[in-house]
């Protein structure tokens, strides 16, 4: 037999010791019966013991001031010893003590902010992104600047009712919107323009012209008779539309009109230039 199996029968008589052992003090040691352990013969009946009590009782009560005997232990493996059935141990449904869930409580308050963490060392750096689409082309630049400014060397005399100022001398002419051969200049761009014109008067002689879009007379330039010669001037902003004209007309009146200048200075200068093109907001 190995260990095992003398822990076994260790815990076997330990069970029947407890289990029997207070039927036992009250059996008297010389009533006591050896049993034997036999397969084949039946059972034994269980004790009475109710009327054994009582005769232990009537025993006891005759000798007073003696202890009761002491019960007797058995080993397993003795000859003779006594089967005392055994005893379960309790079970309990543990499945009977657990409670049904209950509701989900309300929610709790928010609890207060915790303090700022420091900061974090730099990640490293990501992998580059893909290339963008292209943009939509741009407009040209003609299509957002218009200027000019030319001279005039020459003097000029009214001989017609209506006479248009040609111009000789170019300063600036970008993209060619003035046109030198008739003296006008042709709008390409809409928008707002700033127009001058200068000139020189002729001493006794009227100067009367006009700064012209299209047909119609927008401002007029006039000085009147003198004994001497002056520069004169105007100014004006005109709002354009596309294929608009602007340009310098002569106007003859009752008296001569003229305006001077000469081959070694330009007395007569006409310009404009672009503001705001109407594209914009």
Not at 132 to 140: E, L, N, Q
Not at 174 to 192: A, D, E, Q, R, W
Request: proline share 6%; aromatic share 12%.
């Amino acid at each position: 037999m190995g260990s095992s199996g003398w822990r076994r029968v260790l815990r076997c008589c330990l069970l029947l010791a407890f289990a029997w052992g207070p039927v036992l003090s009250h059996v008297p040691h010389d009533q006591q019966e050896p049993l034997e352990l036999q397969g084949t013969q039946e059972p034994l009946a269980t004790p009475d013991h109710s009327k054994r009590a009582e005769e232990n009782d009537e025993k006891y009560s005759s000798r007073q001031g003696e202890e009761p005997p002491a019960s007797r232990c058995y080993r397993c493996c003795d000859p003779g010893t006594p089967v005392y059935q055994a005893i379960p141990a309790p079970q309990i449904n543990i499945t009977i003590l657990k409670g049904e869930k209950g509701d989900r409580g309300d929610r709790g308050l928010q609890g207060k902010y915790g303090k700022t963490g420091s900061a974090g060392a730099r990640g490293h750096a990501g992998p580059k992104g893909q290339k963008g689409s292209m943009g939509s082309p741009g407009d040209r630049c003609k299509n957002h600047y218009a200027a000019f400014s030319v001279g005039r060397k020459k003097p000029l005399h009214s001989n017609d009712y209506y006479q248009t100022v040609v111009f000789d001398t170019e300063f600036v002419n970008l993209y060619s919107h003035f046109n030198m051969f008739t003296g006008k200049f042709y709008c390409y761009v809409p928008g707002i323009y700033f127009f001058s014109l200068n000139v020189h008067t002729w001493n006794q002689k009227e100067t009367y012209l006009h700064i012209m879009r299209n047909a119609e007379e927008m401002v007029i330039l006039y000085a009147q008779v003198s004994d001497r010669s002056i520069m004169q001037s105007q100014s004006l902003m005109l709002e354009l539309r596309e294929q608009d004209e602007v340009w310098v007309r002569l106007f003859k009146g009752e008296r001569d009109n003229a305006i001077f200048s000469d081959e070694f200075d330009t007395y007569i200068t006409f310009s404009g230039y672009l503001v705001k093109p109407a594209a914009e907001p």
